[in-house]
């Protein structure tokens, strides 16, 4: 199975590459804050108490988007892989989210970051809060709670990942295309790689 995890900041472009990486690898795509925004929409429980924190740009507890994964993981057992765009966003979530992998036999390919300078974040989401009716797009200073949000709980999820060699930082600013070639690019190694892994498994069962 592929795996990503899409990692970056609020306005990064996690949700248009991760459109672009469905389409190409054949992907079930899991956003957290969209199916939070569905359980809004629906108006559940868990959308009532979501939505307060989101409005506020602060995390939803973790006990709350492990929960939903893992019955989205359940819902989609013959996926080819899983995009994972806005989770995990703190360490207790991608150490969940291992376990709930493991239980499948499968586990996180690879982290993708793409990292954005937060003045262009800001003008990015003001831009997409014109159409977009996301309250937490639609000022400026609940933008930048969400930017200091993940500069102090979610940034460190990035070490955990390095720490098992699977952390790949790239540029976010330039063009769509451009940006969506070189996360192919980190995607097709890593696919490589984990072939050749399995040929030189298989011929040494084999001798
Ligand atoms: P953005 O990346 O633009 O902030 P998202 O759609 O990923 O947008 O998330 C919107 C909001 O949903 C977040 O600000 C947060 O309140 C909540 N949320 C989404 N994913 C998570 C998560 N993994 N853990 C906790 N809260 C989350």
């Known amino acids: 199975m592929l795996n990503i995890v899409l990692f970056g900041p609020p306005g ?3 949700g248009t590459q991760s459109q672009k990486l469905i389409a ?3 992907l079930v795509h899991l956003s957290t804050g969209d199916l939070l925004r569905s359980q809004i929409a629906q108006g559940t429980e868990l ?3 979501a939505k307060k924190l989101m409005d506020e740009g602060l995390l939803v507890p973790d006990e709350v988007v492990i929960g939903m994964i ?3 993981l359940a819902s989609n057992t013959t996926a080819a892989g899983f995009i994972f765009d806005g989770f995990p ?3 207790p979530q991608a150490e969940s989210l291992d376990a709930l992998m493991q239980r499948y036999d499968t586990g996180v390919s690879c982290m993708i970051a793409l990292e954005v300078a937060e003045e262009e974040l800001v003008s990015r989401l003001l831009e997409r809060g014109k159409t977009s009716n996301r309250i937490d797009d639609q000022d400026e200073a609940k933008i930048r709670k969400r930017v200091t949000v993940y500069n102090t709980e979610t940034a460190q999820v990035a070490g955990f990942y390095a720490a098992q060699q699977k952390f790949h ?3 976010g600013i330039g063009a769509i295309e451009d940006i969506f070639q070189q996360i ?3 995607i097709d190694q890593h696919q490589a790689a984990t072939t050749e892994d399995t040929r030189q498994a298989t011929d040494e ?3």
Do not use: F, H, M, P
């Open 24 to 26: 190409r690898y054949n």
């Open 47 to 49: 959308g009532l108490r």
């Open 184 to 186: 192919c690019t980190i």
């Open 70 to 72: 893992e019955s989205q």
């Open 169 to 171: 930082a790239l540029n």
């Open 89 to 91: 966003r703190t360490v």
């Open 12 to 14: 990064a472009g996690k």
């Open 205 to 207: 069962v084999k001798a």
